[in-house]
């Protein structure tokens, strides 16, 4: 089983960046397709980001294109999220998530605990 920690959440000022990090463990780890999600209070969670395990297909969702990108490193444990010209409809708890072939069938069986980000106007 894979386990997914966050980092990287904190608070900024609309326009702002922030770059989240998640770092996958356990077995086979790399081989995971992994996303970010996000949910605000009050709210569903939503799906922002995904990037197979490869690295070479990813999808975001309408209200982050061009400011959000996600990437992973070549070690294929670690898929990092950089977030810009934030606004403060970004503010939310945002999670990791991983699973086989998850980029496609968005089921995500594995989740972090999550990291806040907080956009102030």
């Known amino acids: 089983q894979v386990q997914l920690v966050e980092s990287g959440g904190g608070s900024v000022q609309a326009g702002g960046s922030l770059r989240l990090i998640c770092a996958a463990s356990?077995?086979?780890?790399?081989?995971?397709?992994m996303g970010w999600f996000r949910q605000a209070p009050g709210k569903e969670r939503e799906l922002v980001a995904t990037?197979?395990?490869?690295?070479?297909?990813?999808y975001y969702a309408d209200f982050v294109k061009d400011r959000f990108t996600i990437a992973r490193e070549k070690s294929g444990d670690t898929a990092i999220l950089h977030m810009k010209s934030l606004n403060p409809e970004d503010t939310a708890v945002y999670y990791c998530?991983?699973?086989?072939?998850?980029?496609?069938?968005?089921?995500?069986?594995?989740w972090g605990q999550g990291t806040q980000v907080t956009v102030s106007s």
């Open positions: 998530a991983a699973g086989l072939n998850s980029a496609y069938s968005r089921n995500f069986p594995y």
């Open positions: 356990g077995p086979s780890s790399s081989v995971y397709d």
């Open positions: 990037i197979t395990r490869r690295g070479d297909d990813t």
